[in-house]
């Protein structure tokens, strides 16, 4: 049992005890939020070990803004926990993300500032080793 305690923001609640299942099955602790602003809180109260967000929730694109809310904070806490981004972008608009390593693009424009990309829809397989992975690194870099 791993112990780790994991914030899973979506606003699909189906999905959300998916992956709470298919976590907490691996000896995870999850808490759930379904917007920007509960995860903000949630992440504020509860502090997680790791975050995965999803990008499009109701208010279009508010995924991207809440890793840019945690990463620009004054709090270091939220500048370094691990984040891992859950997304059906690609499905839905065709677009996917820049190439993951490194800290601009080809273009010089930023990467966004995450430990990996789940393009949904996401088998517990996929899930279980991008957390993992994530969690690794995070105790790597301490």
Request: charge should be negative.
């Amino acid at each position: 049992m791993s112990g780790e305690r994991i914030l899973v923001i979506d606003d699909d609640h189906d999905l959300v005890a998916a992956a709470r299942v298919v976590l907490e099955g691996r000896g995870y602790v999850v808490t759930a939020a379904y917007d920007r602003d509960e995860g903000l809180a949630t992440a504020k109260a509860e502090r997680p070990d790791l975050i995965i967000v999803d990008v499009m929730m109701p208010n279009a694109t508010e995924g991207f803004d809440f890793v840019w809310q945690l990463r620009r904070s004054e709090d270091e806490y939220f500048r370094r926990v691990p984040l891992v981004v859950m997304t059906a972008i690609r499905e839905r608009t065709g677009l996917g993300f820049y190439p993951e390593g490194g800290e601009k693009t080809a273009k010089g424009e930023p990467t966004l500032p995450v430990q990996g990309f789940l393009h949904k829809p996401v088998s517990p397989e996929q899930l279980l080793e991008r957390v993992r992975l994530a969690l690794v690194e995070a105790w790597r870099k301490g």
